[in-house]
C-alpha cells in the first residue's frame, strides 16, 4: 500500500467527514476531530502542507482501527 504524499491538513479533515468526523476544537496548528460512529473516537490532525508520511500512516492506521477496516479500505473510502 502506498500512501499519497501530497495530503494535506485542511484536505484530511474534509475527507474524514464522509466517516462522521467533525472538528471539534484547536490548539496552534493542531486540529481535534472527533466521531461518534461506532463509539467515541477523538484523532488529532496537524494543519501542515504536506502531513509527513510516517504522521499520516499513524494518523491512518488508528481511525482504520477504530472503524475495524484496513488502512487500504480506509483510503478508498476517503477517495485519498
Known sequence: MKLPR???GPHLIKAL???????TRQT???????TQCDG????VIPRHHPI???????????IASHHGMSVEALL???NL
Do not use: F, P, Q
Not at 510516517?54 to 491512518?60: A, C, E, F, N, W
Open 6 to 8: 501530497d495530503v494535506d
Open 17 to 23: 467527514g464522509a466517516l462522521g468526523y467533525t472538528a
Open 28 to 34: 496552534g496548528s493542531h486540529i481535534r476531530v472527533t
Open 40 to 43: 467515541e473516537n477523538h484523532e
Open 52 to 62: 509527513k508520511a510516517g504522521t499520516l500512516s499513524s494518523i491512518l492506521k488508528h
Open 76 to 78: 478508498k473510502a476517503l
